[in-house]
């Protein structure tokens, strides 16, 4: 995240806090493995809040190398599987859920790839500007092309999702990632990752209506149950 370790520890907070409230108000196995991303977040936030620390005290190598490669984890492994995973997870519609898998098996093989760059590449991340920059020994060729692929699994599945709202995720997460290109250039995986991370709160906020309408179709089929036997 942008800014400093303060900030990257206050928004880890925040959304651990939110990550909480959702766990615990989702009532379905589906909708439970979509409330944890929040607490995902969290901690790629914590990570970089702790990279800070080490990146401003010029200490510490080895803590480095470590947190560098846990904060880029997530940014390549996690995400580009655990979005189309759980969005998958959430469909009811057969042919929706086909779609989600083929999304999985993109984001797995952009996750393999992503991965041996991190393995083969050195990766090295600094501070500029207020933002933590990581940067590999290599330039990629036809990046449009590798962020378009990205992106399917990470954002295409929340807007293919058939499940009501969802897409606001994938739509928020589509327009912040071109904002952080457009205006932040360079700092790409740190700040996109910030934005995503205020997609929490939309997580929260699926999880509590589709709580409370269940909770209305339980009440309803008990109103017509003693509307029968009375």
Same mark, same amino acid.
């Given at each position: 995240m942008c800014f400093s370790a303060g900030a990257s520890f206050?928004?880890? +907070? %925040?959304?651990?806090?939110? @990550? %909480?409230i959702a766990v615990t108000e989702a009532k379905t196995k589906p909708f439970r493995y979509f409330a944890v991303i929040p607490l995902l977040f969290a901690m790629q936030q914590g990570i970089e809040g702790l990279l800070w620390l080490v990146l401003e005290s010029g200490r510490y190598e080895g803590w480095k190398h470590i947190l !560098?490669?846990?904060?880029?984890?997530f940014a390549y492994v996690v995400w580009p599987i655990y979005i189309p995973l759980s969005m998958r997870m959430l469909e009811t519609?057969?042919?929706?859920?086909?779609?989600? @898998? &083929? *999304?999985?098996? !993109? @984001?797995?093989? %952009?996750? +393999? @790839? *992503?991965? &041996? !760059?991190m393995i083969f590449q050195n990766v090295q991340a600094m501070i500029s500007d207020y933002h933590i920059d990581y940067t590999f020994d290599f330039q990629m060729g036809y990046t449009w092309i590798t962020n378009g692929i990205y992106l399917l699994p990470t954002v295409g599945s929340m807007l293919f999702s058939s499940v009501k709202r969802v897409w606001i995720m994938g739509v928020f997460n589509l327009l912040a990632y071109l904002f952080t290109k457009f205006f932040f250039f360079g700092y790409v995986v740190s700040i996109w990752c910030f934005f995503g991370a205020l997609i929490s709160t939309i997580v929260l906020w699926i999880i509590m209506i589709e709580r409370r309408k269940a909770e209305s179709s339980v009440r309803v089929k008990m109103e017509d149950n003693n509307q029968a036997t009375g």
């Open positions: 206050s928004a880890s +907070a %925040v959304i651990l806090l939110i @990550g %909480v !560098t490669h846990s904060f880029l984890l519609s057969k042919k929706r859920r086909k779609l989600q @898998g &083929y *999304l999985l098996v !993109t @984001g797995i093989i %952009v996750s +393999a @790839g *992503l991965v &041996y !760059t």
